[in-house]
């Protein structure tokens, strides 16, 4: 009977296979473990009624709603995407750093970009492979079909970077109030400018650490694609 116990375990594992609505997964799961341990419907309704109130803070991040609204409407995200592309004649590196600064402050006003498919490759993929072409005047075929690999690497690297790093800038973001939640359940003393004051530095380290590393690679591509340049002006 203990392992029956369990069963919530593969009914979500179930709901996840057949994409089944996640709240609705998770909830049955939750009454039915609790049924077979003995609980009544009651008692289970009165621990997820709890659970959300002690909880409670997560659901205010639909109140910054509206304004994320707002600055979406009036184009914030268009204009970053411009900000970029305006940049001429830059590196591979210096473009990379500039979309991870801006991913970063996009994260203070919980913008979401796009990601990976509706950002990243569409628009900064094309734009660091572009800026090698234009750096070096060189042809798709004169370019290494391994650096052509590190380049869409590199490009959603710093999406990564940037994503994971800059999303606890924001003092009404999901994952700072379900940590604060989380403390003060603990009856840890804590709020949500506290840990984002706690993640800015992370943030800015991350960016310097980044930036050089961007430094370090343009590096490589000059030392690799400078001598293929000075050989095709003979």
Request: net charge positive; aromatic share 10%; proline share 2%.
């Amino acid at each position: 009977m203990e392992w029956l116990k369990l069963i919530g375990i593969l009914i979500i594992v179930l709901g996840f296979v057949f994409k089944i609505d996640t709240i609705a997964v998770i909830l049955i799961a939750a009454v039915v473990t609790g049924l077979v341990s003995g609980l009544d419907f009651y008692a289970i309704l009165d621990t997820l009624g709890k659970a959300f109130v002690d909880n409670r803070l997560v659901t205010l991040f639909i109140l910054t709603l509206p304004m994320v609204g707002l600055i979406e409407r009036f184009g914030l995200k268009t204009q970053a995407s411009n900000l970029i592309g305006k940049v001429n004649r830059v590196t591979s590196g210096r473009l990379m750093t500039i979309y991870i600064f801006i991913r970063e402050l996009a994260g203070v006003a919980s913008i979401r970009i796009g990601g990976h498919p509706q950002f990243v490759r569409p628009l900064i993929n094309p734009m660091v492979q572009g800026a090698l072409k234009t750096r070096y005047n060189l042809k798709d075929e004169e370019i290494d079909a391994k650096d052509v690999e590190k380049l869409k690497a590199q490009a959603s690297a710093m999406e990564n970077y940037g994503n994971f790093f800059g999303q606890n800038l924001f003092v009404g973001a999901a994952g700072v109030l379900l940590m604060v939640g989380t403390f003060q359940s603990l009856d840890i003393d804590v709020d949500a400018v506290s840990l984002v004051v706690a993640s800015l530095p992370i943030a800015i380290i991350v960016f310097v650490i980044v930036w050089i590393k961007n430094i370090r690679f343009d590096k490589y591509l000059d030392k690799k694609y400078r001598v293929k340049q000075v050989n095709k002006d003979e």
